[in-house]
């Protein structure tokens, strides 16, 4: 059996996100190749050469895989496809965009965002923002897998794979990338991040959120997270968004200010190891699920806490 | 142009959902349905393009058993002009949807075709993606604006670091996020017009598609469950329990 892993990266540094979809590929079982598709990617090979667990690390280069474009990159796992029993992605943006695009290419029924491994074919995913979970096992030859990363810790260094090169497929050529307007931020990202402080449309502000969460993110050494009410409002950029259809996270330390708890945001961070809760209705939903949880106001309670922290 | 709009009919985001306690899955019986939030922008966004007289015709199609003619109703109340119900009782995976699709879109000739980027029953986000590898078209997935020209489309995608922005030719897949727009309710003189909308019925068999699944559901279960905690009274008691539990 073997596997063909696809990393995720920008180019220039591998995410952690591959290294829990790594975990998942070895519990699968077989031999697990990754591969770094990009454009000068070769820091991102030598640092998915170093993960324990990989066979060999595949690099292609070409101009129209510098942003992962979905149709040149899926056409070239599927050129890679013959040689692999499975093909796995973190459930990234990159991923969800590109892996379903293969999985037709090979007339394969993907799995998506997988939280176990039960067997080589069985697998569990959560349906209705993670209100039930379903056990599937799949008829398809191959697997086409992506990754919940949240539910699989991150496999550690110490391989020394062999880096080949392998040649970009034709570029079908319908697509083309114009820019990236991504957030720059020194914070951890939201996906790897230990401690975690969400704001929700109680915020009121993006001067508000500004104001009081952000000096104790940075106090904490946390990222930033946001419910869809404070994203659509405009007080949180889109890739802040914690929940069923925006990030799903489970740092050690999740604090949810003015978030009431509805099912889309808490299929995001339930699997937190602990919820703080802050908000002044004490019948908020989001106590539920909070270890602890403090009814107050948060303009009073923020500036306090950034105090004592 | 013709711009093709696929709709699920979904439980609604609001119900509380039941896992039956045999593990055969969950309780739909009784329970409020409704158009796939996401399926709602794909709407909208199809209708401000026909408003803005880039579209000519909204084809609507939703695949499923029949009462998945009322989210097709609902679409045409809003304001698109036809409908098609591609009648399966069973569960169809987004791997057979995508292939009844593209016999669709084989039949219609749309230049465009705008889903949602995700199921909010399956939670899949499969089945733009695949539609679009079917037929050799582009995408543009998770979409929070879409510029129309000619020939091509500028999309605007929500990604995990922020936005990208891609140019794709027509004709194009497009899925939609949250930010591309806010649907419009149907008003009640729309939903009596609505009723009187062409909606053409088909099978499975019509395109040619065995829609037999390929992932066997072996159990549907309850998640993991987790308690409620303790109130806390203040900040310094917050603090001092974070610190005692080590997280801070
Ligand atoms: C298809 C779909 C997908 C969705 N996906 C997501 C998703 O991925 N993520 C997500 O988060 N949501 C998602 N939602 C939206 C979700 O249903 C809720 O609408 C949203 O999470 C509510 O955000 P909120 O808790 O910030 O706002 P509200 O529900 O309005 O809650 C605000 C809370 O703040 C409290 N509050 C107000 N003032 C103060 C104060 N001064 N101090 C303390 N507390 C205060 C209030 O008591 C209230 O509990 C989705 C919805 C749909 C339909
Ligand atoms: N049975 C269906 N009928 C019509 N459209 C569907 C159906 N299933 C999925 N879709 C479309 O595909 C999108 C993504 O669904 P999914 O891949 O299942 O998450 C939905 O938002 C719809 O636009």
Redesign the interface.
């Known amino acids: 059996m073997a596997i063909l892993l696809v990393a995720e990266h920008d180019n220039a540094t591998l995410s952690d996100q591959t290294n829990k979809a790594l975990t998942a590929a070895s519990q699968i079982g077989g031999d697990v190749d990754v591969l770094v598709a990009g454009k000068g990617a070769q820091a991102v090979a030598d640092a998915a050469a170093k993960l324990a667990g990989v066979r060999k690390v595949l690099v292609a280069d070409a101009d129209e895989l510098a942003e992962r474009l979905a149709e040149p990159t899926a056409a070239l796992i599927v050129s890679l496809a013959g040689g692999y029993d499975a093909i796995v992605a973190p459930a990234t943006t990159t991923g969800k965009n590109v892996l379903p695009r293969v999985a037709a290419l090979l007339d394969v029924m993907q799995i998506s965002e997988i939280t176990e491994v039960v067997s080589a074919d069985t697998f569990k995913r959560p349906i209705y923002a993670g209100n039930a979970i379903q056990t599937v096992q799949s008829s398809d030859a191959k697997k086409v897998i992506t990754v919940r990363t949240a539910s699989f810790s991150a496999a550690g260094e110490g391989g020394s794979a062999s880096i080949e090169t392998v040649a970009a497929a034709a570029n079908p050529g319908v697509s083309t990338f114009v820019e990236n307007k991504l957030s720059e931020s020194d914070r951890p990202e939201l996906t790897s991040a230990k401690i975690i402080i969400s704001g929700g449309r109680a915020l009121g502000s993006s001067e508000k959120f500004e104001e009081v969460i952000v000096p104790i993110a940075d106090k904490l050494g946390a990222a930033i997270g946001a419910s869809r009410a404070a994203v659509d409002a405009g007080y949180a950029p889109n890739d802040w968004q914690v929940g069923q259809t925006g990030k799903v996270v489970a740092p050690e330390l999740y604090i949810a200010v003015g978030i009431s708890g509805a099912i889309q945001h808490l299929a995001g961070m339930k699997d937190s190891k602990v919820i703080v809760a802050i908000n002044k209705d004490e019948e908020a939903p989001i106590f539920q699920v909070a270890d602890y949880g403090l009814v107050g106001d948060l303009f009073t309670i923020l500036p306090e806490l950034e105090k004592a922290v | 142009m013709k711009v093709l709009v696929p709709v699920k009919r979904v ?1 609604d ?1 609001n119900v ?2 039941r ?1 039956k306690s045999d593990g055969s899955g ?1 309780e739909l019986a009784n329970v409020k349905m409704s158009m796939n939030p ?1 399926d709602e922008i794909a709407v909208e966004e199809a209708i401000r393009l026909k408003e803005a007289g880039k579209v000519e015709e909204i084809v609507v199609v939703s695949i499923g058993p029949a009462q998945a003619a009322e989210t097709i109703r609902t679409a045409l109340a809003m304001g698109a002009d036809r409908g098609i119900l591609v009648k399966v009782d069973d569960v169809v ?3 057979t949807v ?1 292939k009844l699709l593209k016999g669709v879109v084989e039949a219609e000739g749309p230049q465009l075709v705008i889903l949602g ?2 199921a ?15 037929l ?7 979409a ?1 604006k879409v510029e129309l020209s000619d020939g091509s489309a ?1 999309v605007t ?13 027509l004709p ?1 897949i497009v899925t939609t ?3 591309l727009n806010q649907p419009r309710y149907a008003s009640l003189p729309n939903i009596m017009k609505a009723k009187k909308k062409p909606l053409d019925e088909k099978s499975a068999a019509d395109y040619g598609v065995d829609v037999a ?11 993991g469950g ?1 308690k ?5 009274k ?3 008691e ?2 001092s ?2 610190k005692s ?1 080590g ?2």
């Open positions: 439980v985001y509380k959902i896992v969950v996401f995976e987004p791997l995508a980027k995700q909010i029953d399956d939670d899949a986000n499969q089945t733009g993606q695949m539609l679009s590898a079917l050799g078209w582009s995408q543009g997935t998770f929070s500028q995608r929500e990604v995990d670091g922020g936005l990208q922005v891609v140019d794709i030719k194009a996020d949250l930010r699944p390929r992932l066997k559901v072996l159990k549907t279960e309850e998640p987790r409620a905690g303790v109130k806390v203040d900040v310094a917050l603090v329990s974070l539990a997280v801070i």
